[in-house]
């Protein structure tokens, strides 16, 4: 009789023991990976976004969730899809730059909070069924109507953002040649850019340049006053004389001295160079997302004081604070705009050159004291029916629009009317 | 010399005033004819006083203890109740006659006797208190129909009064001063029932304040009685308000029921499709103007102006509030070759256009001749326009500031501080060095602390406008 060690032995290394050894492994291995894809599945996706803290202009990086996003690899989410310069390929969450990263999850972020805002409070239906929006990042091509993008080396633009016009390649293309692109949001590489300080103009240079003529002019009048003296009590030149000259001649070398260093300390008043990563600034985000809210009725065909201030109002409404696009260190160090600024009316104000002023904000914002912000924020959007990018002066036709908006929309039409006159006036219209 | 410089204004003041409303008021007559206006209840109800200036906290509670010693159980039915005494009132008064001040009281009180609302004085004072707390009434009439019965309850308890015979230096004063008695008691031989009015115009006939004193009209009434020019009744009536009024309160003319009742249903909510609940914003209409007698803005819109005035009033304010809610607006000048160029306002001109066009229809309606004897301002503008319903309670704080376009107003403050900044500075240059030098530099301060930073803009600045 055998040994059970030699009975069972051939088992072992037979052919079938080894399937079913094999077979195990393979469905030990799946199962855990299932598991694993199960968890991944139900995992958060957190990314470090750059935010104001709460009221304050202060910023903070906070870790936060990522949501609607289709992928789990990269920034594509349902309503936005964040790509890098013209790349169609969203920027993965793998990507070798942690910079970018951080940048795409904080633009990411604004927008999908933005959305929100417009959606839940506005009642836009326009924001509520717009398809994915393509966000692109660090892209310096400038835009071309026919083609999407400009030849890259064509004027490569830095430190701005920008919302384009949906559009499609030239009819006389082959239609696969034919690009086609939707609403898009762009913003440009951060750039230090020198800044071209006008002389005089810091604020010690000034003050040591008004108070020159005066104190010369008074210790000139005392040497004079002491000659005179002098040659009047027919007495030879005396100390006081001598000393008088002496506090004339030490006195303008010390002003042209002092004028001369307080040149040099320009730096103490005015940053030497300029720079702006649009894509970290929580309000700017705003603002680009705002004017492709707007669009169904102020195209996005350019820049006018209208449509920029109408962007800056829900900005800044968003934003909860005094002043938007307030710098930050590393980011910005862009002049921030004033909602209550106090400059009034001027007809330069309608050039489309001074269309990024905040006179048009200051104009919209104060009728948020006047009737309300609930009531302002919905009187200003329906306003925008009223209103086409190309006809758009702030003195009449964005005031007509307010006051036809609030014609259809205010509980006491007539009365609040007349409040909005007495602001508009008060603004010096 | 401070105390002097005091006595001496107020007296101006004093004058200014009484002069203001002497001649603010013209006496209306009263009217025979049944051509009041078909007047119901609906429009006695106050919509315009936020307040009432007359009913005190005891006078409500006197109307509330009333409301409940009446035996009715609901307060909707009381009010209904209400109602139907005011409408059956009316309905006499419009069907009467003479419609004057004692029919009116007349019927006021019968038809409360009938409903066994009100038997006695308190009693009907209590449901006067009841009309006007619920708002059935508004202040005007509350007021009238509160003095009427006062001075009926003075008649009913008057005394016989014991007639003494004129001396001669009393007739002979009377003729030495031109004073006839035919000419100032024949009022009361024409007609004897509107006694009040006819009161009033005696009284005016009285041209002089001398000749209103207590003891000069009791003789004249001795007198005039003595001569058969009136009454025995008339008489005593005459004699019994002599005693209880004083001389401000005989030279005061009150509004007449008639009058303001036929007004208020010619112009009351004339432009205002429904009317609106009384609206609290606002206490324009109820602001007291004339302090001595009380009058409120209302009030005196209703003694000073007609229907047609009070509606060409407030048609001022329904144009430029069209004007203002306009489409859009346009300048437009024809060549000689009928070539059109045409400016087209913008919103804030459109604005300006259509207040200083209400300036100048303003000016155009103070020169027509259904104003020429009246004049008015532009609060009776406001008021009128606020009667008629061309404009609601919380609009009236914005329309009072157009007057500001061509009034332009500074605070009391600001007034008071420009005086003061003035007469520093013009005694800063009598101070001896240094003093004067310090008095400069502590107004240059005081000028940056106190006056307003903020610029104030001017179309004129605007160079995108020529309005």
């Known amino acids: 009789m055998k040994p059970f060690y030699k009975k069972i032995t051939p088992f072992f290394f037979s052919f079938n023991f080894i399937k079913i050894i094999i077979l195990f492994f393979f469905a030990l291995y799946f199962s855990a990976f299932s598991m694993n894809h199960k968890q991944s599945e139900n995992q958060v996706i957190e990314f470090d976004v750059l935010l104001r803290d709460k009221n304050s202009y202060k910023t903070i990086v906070k870790k936060t969730e990522m949501i609607n996003l289709i992928s789990r690899h990269s920034f594509h989410g349902k309503y936005f899809k964040i790509v890098e310069d013209k790349s169609d390929e969203a920027i993965s969450f793998q990507h070798k730059s942690k910079v970018l990263i951080q940048k795409a999850a904080t633009v990411y972020y604004h927008l999908n909070k933005s959305r929100e805002f417009w959606i839940n409070d506005m009642k836009s239906s326009f924001a509520l069924h717009h398809p994915t929006i393509t966000v692109r990042l660090e892209i310096k091509n400038k835009f071309n109507d026919l083609g999407q993008f400009s030849h890259d080396s064509l004027s490569p633009q830095y430190n701005n953002a920008l919302s384009i016009p949906a559009g499609q390649g030239p009819d006389w293309l082959p239609k696969d040649e034919r690009r086609v692109w939707g609403n898009e949001i762009w913003f440009r590489p951060k750039k230090m850019v020198p800044m071209i300080i006008p002389s005089e103009q810091n604020p010690l240079t000034q003050m040591l340049s008004s108070l020159k003529k005066p104190l010369m002019n008074f210790s000139l009048n005392k040497f004079i006053i002491d000659v005179m003296t002098n040659l009047k009590d027919k007495k030879n030149i005396s100390q006081m004389s001598r000393n008088s000259f002496l506090n004339f001649v030490s006195l303008y070398a010390l002003i042209e001295f002092s004028l001369l260093a307080s040149k040099k300390s320009d730096f103490l008043f005015i940053d030497k160079t300029f720079y702006l990563d649009a894509a970290f600034i929580p309000e700017i985000i705003y603002h680009e997302y705002a004017h492709i809210v707007l669009s169904d009725y102020l195209e996005l065909s350019h820049s006018t004081p209208v449509n920029e201030g109408m962007a800056d109002y829900f900005a800044a409404v968003q934003s909860k604070l005094r002043k938007v696009y307030q710098s930050i260190k590393g980011f910005s160090n862009a002049a921030a705009k004033d909602t209550q600024a106090s400059k009034p009316y001027h007809h330069w104000d309608e050039s489309n050159e001074n269309a990024t002023s905040d006179f048009t904000l200051s104009v919209l914002w104060n009728i948020r004291h006047i009737l309300g912000e609930r009531e302002s924020d919905i009187l200003v959007y329906h306003a925008r029916k009223y209103l086409r990018t190309k006809s758009a002066h702030i003195n009449d036709h964005l005031l007509r629009a307010l006051l036809q908006s609030c014609q259809d929309k205010c509980q006491n039409p007539f009365r609040d009317k007349l409040k909005m006159y007495e602001s508009f006036s008060e603004k010096g219209f | ?467």
Not at chain 2, 220 to 241: G, N, V, W
Not at chain 2, 342 to 360: C, H, N, T, W
Request: aromatic share 12%; glycine share 2%.
């Open chain 2, 1 to 467: 010399m401070t105390k002097i410089l005091v006595l001496i204004l107020m007296t101006l003041l004093l004058l200014t005033e009484s002069q203001a409303s002497k001649s603010a008021f013209t006496y209306q007559p009263m009217t025979t004819s049944s051509q009041l206006m078909n007047i119901s209840a609906k429009i006695l109800f106050n919509n315009k006083e936020a307040s009432s200036h007359f009913l005190s906290k005891n006078d409500i509670q006197l109307a509330k203890k009333w409301a409940t010693n009446i035996s009715i159980p609901s307060e909707n039915e009381l009010d209904e109740l209400m109602n139907l005494f005011l409408e059956k009132v009316l309905e006499d008064f419009n069907d009467s006659f003479i419609k004057c001040d004692v029919k009116f009281i007349h019927f006021f009180i019968n038809e409360a006797k009938e409903r066994n609302l009100a038997h006695s004085y308190t009693e009907l004072r209590s449901l006067v208190h009841y009309l006007r707390f619920k708002n059935n009434i508004d202040d005007i009439l509350y007021r009238a129909i509160e003095r009427y019965l006062e001075m009926n309850e003075h008649f009913k308890y008057a005394q016989k009064i014991k007639v003494k015979k004129s001396s001669n230096q009393f007739i002979k004063r009377l003729k030495k001063q031109n004073i006839k008695i035919k000419d100032i008691f024949s009022i009361f031989q024409s007609n004897n029932i509107c006694f009040f009015e006819n009161y009033e115009t005696m009284l005016n006939r009285l041209h002089s304040k001398k000749y209103q004193k207590k003891s000069f009209l009791n003789k004249l009434f001795q007198y005039a009685f003595s001569q058969k020019e009136i009454s025995r009744d008339i008489f005593h009536k005459l004699m019994t308000l002599n005693k209880i009024q004083n001389l401000k309160q005989k030279q005061q003319r009150h509004i007449r029921i008639n009058q303001y009742l036929e007004t208020l249903s010619g112009v009351k909510d004339l432009y205002s499709k429904n009317n609106e609940d009384m609206n609290q914003e606002t206490t324009y209409p109820n602001e007291i103007i004339l302090s001595q007698e009380r009058i409120s803005r209302r009030e005196y819109l209703y003694r000073k102006f007609t229907i047609n005035q009070i509606i060409i009033l407030s048609h001022l304010l329904l144009d430029t509030s069209k004007r203002i809610n306009a489409k859009n607006s346009q300048l437009v000048w024809t060549y000689a070759n009928n070539e059109n160029d045409i400016y087209i306002f913008s919103p804030m001109e459109q604005y300006r256009a259509s207040i200083k066009l209400l300036r100048k229809e303003i000016a155009e309606v103070r020169r027509s001749q259904l104003f020429r004897y009246t004049s008015f301002q532009y609060e009776d503008i406001v008021s009128a326009a606020f009667e008629t319903g061309v404009i609601k309670a919380h609009e009236i704080d914005y329309i009072i500031k157009f007057k500001h376009y061509w009034q332009p107003q500074k605070s009391p403050g600001e007034a008071y501080l420009n005086l003061a900044l003035t007469l520093t500075g013009n005694a800063v240059f009598f101070l001896p060095p240094p003093w004067n030098t310090i008095g400069a530099l502590g107004l240059i301060w005081g000028e940056i602390i106190f006056k307003k930073k903020k610029k104030v803009s001017k179309p004129e600045d605007n160079e995108n406008v020529i309005i």
